[in-house]
């Protein structure tokens, strides 16, 4: 094994790759010693792209996910109640109230009453994980 | 993974980023062949350092290095290691060993070291036969491979001025990539 080459080849390298003072061409040079350069910049680039396209993708629907066992766990909490319970939650709810007024709870039926208190429980569950986070 | 690391990465400046971290790998990799094991080149090495900075075992934590470019130096430094590439940091393991056990002991962990010795000794051979002729580039060689490093103790040595050294460190960097580019095409080394 000829360790001497070895070591002399790898001194041209140290003294071939301190580059000159002041220069700072590496992009001249990298195509120089037959890099691709644009090439390398051009798939990398695009790597990055389509990473983040599938990330968004992956967030969104993770995000739908969440959406939906939220509501899911709004209705099953909301159809526990009495149509009591309901009508009183809903009188202290801002959401509710600006729901109401133009007409009273007596105007709509069991079914949009409890709808609309589990879309405000998910709602609010949703804007307090998102304060959370 | 986390979205702010995709945003960030995506959002990162790799019109001047990859010329610095390919300028790094080739100046990391001391193997005397244009293409490394495997068929890889330094762009491969530097594409698999920002692919594993989304996923895997080096996947960037900007919280805990927020220099993008110095976490992928660093993911470079590894796969370099990881796929036995002879770089820099095995340069310098192995220059200043004098003792045979020592020696023994490295090209053990080298399997290759004996291929990569016999490569730089054609390539040596080849670059030299290159510039045979060039007075000025054949003593600048033979300086450099004498283990002088610095372009002022060359100039002294050769008598060539110092300017001109540089231009000569050009010129022969040049023709140490066509003579690399020959002999992959002849399939040597």
Known sequence: MNRDALGKWCRLQDFLNAAPEGANDEAARLTAEGVDVQGTVDRVKEMVRKAYQADLREQAAREQSEASARAQAADARVAAMSLADVVQMLRSQAAALAFFRDKSPDECSEQDLRSLLADIMAAEESDAEAEDT | ?189
């Open chain 2, 1 to 189: 993974m986390g979205s702010d690391v995709a945003r960030r990465l995506h959002e990162a400046d790799w019109d001047s980023l990859l010329p610095r971290l390919l300028w790094y790998a080739l100046t990391n990799i001391y193997e005397p062949a244009r293409l490394l094991p495997g068929g890889r080149s330094a762009e491969d090495i530097v594409q698999e350092a920002v692919a594993k900075a989304f996923s895997g075992d080096r996947k960037w934590d900007p919280v805990r290095q927020p220099d993008l470019e110095a976490h992928l130096r660093s993911t470079i430094d590894s796969i370099l290691s990881s796929k036995g590439i002879f770089g820099l940091k095995e340069w310098k393991a192995v220059r200043n060993v004098e003792d045979p056990g020592e020696w023994e002991s490295f090209a053990s962990r080298f399997p290759n070291l004996g291929g990569i010795c016999h490569d730089a000794e054609v390539v040596l051979a080849a670059l030299q036969e290159s510039i045979r002729g060039d007075r000025e580039l054949s003593d600048l060689l033979e300086a450099v491979l004498e283990g002088f490093d610095k372009p002022r103790e060359i100039a002294e040595l050769t008598e060539i001025p110092v300017e001109r050294v540089y231009e000569l460190q050009r010129k022969l960097e040049r023709r140490r990539s066509e003579v690399l580019k020959k002999l992959e095409t002849t399939d040597e080394p």
